[in-house]
């Protein structure tokens, strides 16, 4: 089994839906990112939680949300998506060292 | 934070040493540097972590010289498995909830038969 899982793998949704895309890993790590890939571009991290009690906004927060439900678990939303959202959403975790994370399969997403 | 500056792209031929040199001229004492894979509609992966001179692993080599104000990734003898987009981050390993690594655009590179 994979150590980090995103849900769905792949998702179309409606201009103005909400959404939420999961996380959940098997490393035991602390730290959970939220990030954001466009085609041709580097990633671009949206949260970022150091803990269940920790939450962080990254560059690109405007328009989506997070959850830290536990130690395993962190969900994205967007509340009402849009096209510009059409993206590859990546969840990653981490130890002390944020150099050194590991990612999930990705989530594609495409809002018409 | 650390900027970093790599060629967009680069292609080689099978059985091949690439080298792919990351400028990053502002690294701060405490950083160090890092190289990611990523494979298409996949996420990236960790390949190699280093601070100063070399490192080796059993994927890949750094070579990171005195001033380190560049470092250099070599892969030996790639395959055509190797093409991906290779992500050069300089960074402290740090605890502090404000710090956010920055990505590049990386390096596509491209393995030809």
């Known amino acids: 089994d994979a150590d980090v899982t995103q849900t769905p793998r792949n998702r179309i949704t409606k201009t103005g839906k909400r959404i939420m895309l999961e996380c959940s890993q098997t490393?035991?790590?602390?730290?959970m990112y939220w990030y954001r890939q466009d085609p041709g571009l580097g990633l671009r991290l949206i949260y970022y939680?150091?803990?269940?009690?920790?939450?962080n906004k990254g560059e690109i927060s405007d328009g989506y949300s997070v959850s830290r439900q536990a130690q395993a678990k962190f969900s994205l939303s967007l509340e009402s998506a849009i096209p510009n959202q059409t993206a590859l959403y990546f969840c990653?975790?981490?130890?002390?060292?944020?150099?050194?994370?590991?990612f999930g399969q990705g989530t594609r997403l495409t809002v018409v | 934070l650390a900027k970093t500056t790599q060629p967009i792209s680069m292609d080689s031929y099978e059985g091949q040493e690439v080298n792919i040199t990351c400028s990053h001229n502002?690294?701060?004492?405490?950083?160090?540097i890092t190289w990611y894979q990523q494979f298409p509609s996949q996420g990236p992966r960790f390949i190699i972590q280093?601070?100063?001179?070399?490192v080796t692993n059993e994927v890949a080599s750094l070579f990171i010289p005195a001033d380190r104000k560049s470092s250099t990734l070599s892969l030996p003898r790639v395959s055509l498995s190797d093409t991906a987009v290779y992500y050069c981050?300089?960074?402290?390993?740090?605890?502090?909830?404000?710090?956010?690594?920055?990505w590049g655009a990386g390096t596509k590179l491209i393995i030809k038969p």
């Open positions: 280093g601070y100063k001179t070399k």
């Open positions: 939680s150091f803990d269940v009690k920790d939450i």
């Open positions: 981050l300089v960074g402290p390993q740090t605890q502090d909830s404000n710090y956010q690594l920055i």
């Open positions: 990653a975790t981490s130890d002390r060292d944020p150099h050194r994370a590991f």
């Open positions: 502002n690294i701060a004492t405490n950083d160090y």
């Open positions: 490393k035991g790590h602390d730290r």
